[in-house]
């Protein structure tokens, strides 16, 4: 499996996803500052994999820290989660990692500092482990979706690169060929950035896996002609009522399959779901450098002075999404409902896990469902 990112003794090591797919490289980081870089200039991405990132660079923050108090080591904590809150706005992953990160160091702070600083690094590698096994309870749901045979297309990059392993979208169409579903994935090049073409291809040549990269203005055509029987995306954060943000595409996309009748299916971990956030309209939407938009492989390609727009990502309004797939089960319409329903379902579940192995309840280890 990709190993995206992990954690070493010598820091935390990233493939490189900026030079994909022509050279596999690695960059390891060894201050939190270092992994704020590579989570603001897309080294790493993906909202799940941004958000173990995190966590890992605050756990970094806190092994680096000459703090010989619990106030120092606390302030030192605080100033890593906010350079690294500052990074990627619209990735709701990256915000629940450093709570969930605060949260883990309340509840220790009256121990020892040794113990406070291997616990908050045990919390972040846990998260990782997590990761992997809610992608993959996810591709076990999202693959009973999947058609039996036939083209899937999916938008962005949403597979082990995007995550810690095995991948949301990705991961279920992972899931489906290991149930035996002959399926072919079509794989929007996603501009501005490529991550379609660059990565999604990428992964699934490796595993095998029959590939086909269209352009985005394809994807209406390929609809048309019969060649497409399911849509499946990751997202970056959905709202309680199911409104998703992904990757800038992804409403078209949404929109073209309601007018030819096919499935779209959004993948993501239930820490994508913002409960707080209650429509898409409230979701900050992160502008890019126009670099992005302007060049390709390093050549200008629109003329100097004009205008130039680059949002990272755009907002489907829940109307247009057939199901969400989570770790925790499929949510359909009506979403609101349907997704606080699996917030309580988890939390009964994880109290009385806790309570047959007579502990109290912690809110990071869960049992899936």
């Known amino acids: 499996m990709i190993q995206t990112l992990e954690w070493t003794d010598q820091g935390v090591r990233f493939i490189d996803q ?3 797919p022509t ?6 980081c060894q201050t939190h500052e270092q992994v704020a870089e590579v989570i603001r200039t897309m080294v790493v991405r993906g909202a799940p994999a941004i958000g173990v990132a995190a966590a890992m660079g605050i756990a970094l923050a806190v092994k680096n820290s000459k703090a010989e108090t619990v106030g120092d080591l606390k302030r030192d904590f605080n100033q890593a989660c906010d350079v690294i809150g500052k990074t990627r706005p619209t990735a709701v992953n990256l915000f629940w990692a450093i709570r969930r990160m605060q949260e ?20 972040a590698q846990r998260m990782h482990a997590e990761d992997i096994a809610a992608n993959q309870a996810m ?11 036939g083209g899937v297309l999916t ?9 810690c392993g095995y991948g949301t979208a990705l991961g279920v169409i992972r899931a489906a060929v290991e149930q ?12 501005p950035f490529l991550q379609g073409s660059r990565l999604t291809a990428w992964e699934l040549m490796k595993d095998g896996i029959p590939t086909t990269v269209i352009s985005d203005n394809m994807a209406g055509a390929m609809m048309s002609q019969g060649k497409i029987g399911a849509i499946v995306v990751g997202a970056d954060r959905i709202a309680a009522n199911g409104d998703v943000a992904n990757k800038i595409g992804t409403y078209t996309v949404a929109v073209l399959a309601k007018e030819h009748g096919i499935p779209f299916y959004v993948a993501a971990p239930f820490s994508t779901i913002d409960l707080a956030t209650p429509d898409g309209g409230k979701i900050p939407i992160e502008q890019r450098d126009a670099k992005e938009v302007t060049h390709i492989a390093g050549k200008q390609m629109v003329p100097d002075g004009v205008g130039i727009e680059n949002p990272a990502f755009d ?26 329903n699996l917030a309580v379902k988890e939390a009964s579940i994880e109290v009385l896990h806790a309570t047959k192995n007579g502990h109290s309840s912690s ?3 869960k049992t899936r469902v």
């Not at 309004?317 to 409902?337: C, D, F, L, N, Q």
């Open 155 to 163: 938008h962005c990059n949403a597979g082990a690169l995007a995550t």
């Open 18 to 20: 900026t030079k994909l």
């Open 363 to 365: 809110p990071n280890l």
């Open 104 to 123: 883990k160091l309340e509840r220790i702070r009256i121990r020892p500092l040794s113990q406070i600083r291997q616990t908050l690094i045990e919390e």
């Open 315 to 340: 907002v489907t309004p829940a109307k247009y999404v057939t199901a969400i797939i989570t770790e925790r089960g499929i949510a359909r319409a009506p979403y609101e409902e349907c997704l606080r």
């Open 180 to 191: 035996g579903k002959k399926i072919h994935v079509f794989a929007d090049e996603t501009r």
């Open 23 to 28: 050279e596999e490289t690695y960059v390891t």
């Open 139 to 149: 591709g076990r749901h999202g693959a009973t979706l999947m058609p039996s045979e």
